[in-house]
């Protein structure tokens, strides 16, 4: 499906998005829009993808538990609108409380974002050394993404940092595992993350994830790009 035939699809869908809202309007729910842009999995655009095909013309995507879950891990509430991104188009997409709801669509440059989560390509200029001991079974190459961690993901790392004195592990749970291997982040990739201003390259490891990093700022430089996420 072309660009132009999803926005050319999201038209009949829209119609039926801004009636449905209209009525739910009375809601408690919070109903504004997160400044960030929420990128989707190939799982979920595939799925949005064969909605649009489809010849249902409902704006309502249904989402699993883990998918709402991981919506929920990064602030978007029940109510909120999220911007996200398919082929180039940019989706204004709503959160219920079965799934989501797309609002309308738009070309991508017309939409501006403060950051976009939990995976960003990066670009980047010099080689940061590794700390790395080699398991010849795991993929060890070093992704040009920033991944960014949920705020309880985040208090764990700084914890685990404060403690440890030589070698920072931290355990992740299956929900944690699950998120990455959503994004094909593989044992034994290597990617950044920043916790509190300060940027570290990761290593997932089979428990959880490893920090063999810290980044200079100035040999690192972040460029999300708005057409190109994984």
Do not use: C
């Amino acid at each position: 499906m072309t660009r132009r035939d999803i926005i050319s699809s999201i038209a009949m869908v829209a119609f039926l998005a801004l009636t449905s809202q209209a009525a739910m309007a009375h809601s408690t729910h919070d109903h504004s829009t997160v400044s960030y842009k929420w990128v989707m999995s190939k799982n979920l655009q595939a799925k949005i993808d064969r909605r649009l095909s489809s010849a249902n013309n409902s704006s309502f995507i249904g989402l699993n538990h883990f998918e709402q879950k991981k919506l929920e891990r990064y602030d978007i509430k029940v109510g909120n609108k999220f911007n996200t991104e398919d082929k180039g188009v940019n989706f204004l997409m709503e959160r219920t409380s079965a799934g989501i709801k797309i609002i309308y669509a738009n070309e991508i440059s017309k939409v501006a974002y403060t950051d976009q989560v939990p995976i960003k390509k990066i670009r980047m200029f010099s080689k940061v050394s590794i700390n790395q001991q080699s398991h010849t079974s795991h993929d060890h190459s070093v992704l040009p993404y920033e991944w960014t961690f949920g705020m309880g993901t985040q208090d764990k790392i700084i914890k685990a940092i404060v403690r440890s004195q030589k070698e920072v592990l931290i355990g992740l749970n299956a929900f944690e595992q699950s998120l990455l291997n959503e994004y094909e982040i593989r044992y034994g990739n290597t990617l950044q993350t920043t916790i509190k201003g300060h940027r570290f390259l990761m290593e997932k490891t089979t428990s959880g994830i490893k920090l063999v990093g810290h980044v200079d700022v100035q040999s690192v430089a972040m460029s999300a790009n708005n057409y190109e996420n994984m």
